[in-house]
């Protein structure tokens, strides 16, 4: 049956075509608005994290730059991870009139963040490498996926 | 310390902006703590993710330029970001009160810590007052 011509159902067929097209243009341009660096005085989460997962293994990096090493203090239970410690701002022997600028964040802070499987405790590891928190944290045996066979009969 | 957004590499300036051979980066200019002591001024940089060997420090013309070269320690996609590691760059322009040839930097732990010496005519200086 041949359809009558509507010159408006046309404009909103074009109309969704290019909403199309600009979503696949946006998928695959560079996130630039992500939240992208540091977390200035203001920041409501420290440290920020970045969370990587593979078969038996979730990452976490921490963007935490500047801490003592000994005030750091990394703790898991079952599936969430806290991080603490201190990070030091300019020394106290400063004076405040003699501060010119002052812009890093500095103070104690504790954050925990939860995984998305069950963490074996006993194997947990972490690294402090040019300011960024690095914690391998392997699954749990009962987090892990099994391979099951199928049975042909 | 005055602050630089734009790099002025020679004296003269020019009217429009030179074009690069390579694209331009991305860049973040990292957050700085500067402090005053009597003998120096000490310059606090955080640049996470940058090793030593990616960092430059340059000092030409009065101008101080802090770029680097963020890594992450994984290379693999994230399944959550919150957070991502692009290039750092500031610069400063110095006063003639510092003493340019005795700059030292380190890097530690994600921060760099910058020492710029006064010249030894801007120290304070103590004068005793002679009571006769």
């Known amino acids: 049956m041949a359809q009558q011509w509507d010159p408006w159902r046309e404009m909103e067929a074009l109309r969704r075509e290019i909403d199309r097209a600009f979503e696949q243009v946006g998928l695959r341009l560079p996130p630039l608005f992500r939240t992208a660096f540091l977390p200035g005085r203001a920041a409501r989460e420290y440290p920020l994290v970045n969370l990587y997962e593979d078969k038996d293994t979730v990452y976490v990096e921490a963007l935490a730059p500047g801490l003592d090493p000994a005030s750091l203090n990394v703790s898991v239970v079952r599936n969430s991870v806290t991080i603490s410690g201190e990070k030091k701002g300019i020394p106290d022997s400063a004076k405040p009139d003699s501060v010119h600028r002052e812009e890093r964040a500095a103070g104690r802070f504790t954050r925990t963040v939860e995984l998305p499987a069950e963490i074996d405790e006993n194997k947990v590891q972490a690294e402090y490498k040019h300011g960024l928190l690095f914690l391998t944290l392997p699954k749990a045996e009962a987090a892990k996926p099994k391979q099951i066979t199928v049975q042909v009969a | ?132």
């Open chain 2, 1 to 132: 310390m005055a602050e630089k957004t734009v790099a002025t590499t020679s004296g003269r300036q020019v009217a429009s902006e030179r074009e690069r051979t390579r694209t331009q980066e991305r860049y973040v200019s990292p957050p700085v703590d500067i402090y005053e002591t009597p003998n120096e001024l000490v310059l606090l940089a955080d640049l996470p993710g940058v090793a030593p060997d990616d960092l430059e420090v340059r000092l030409e013309d009065d101008i101080l330029t802090i770029r680097g070269q963020a890594k992450h320690l994984r290379t693999q996609e994230p399944v959550y970001q919150e957070y991502e590691l692009v290039n750092f760059f500031r610069q400063f322009e110095l006063s003639e009160q510092i003493d340019q040839g005795k700059v030292s930097a380190d890097l530690k732990h994600g921060v760099l810590t910058l020492h710029l010496p006064k010249t030894e005519k801007a120290k304070p200086r103590q004068i005793t007052v002679q009571v006769s």
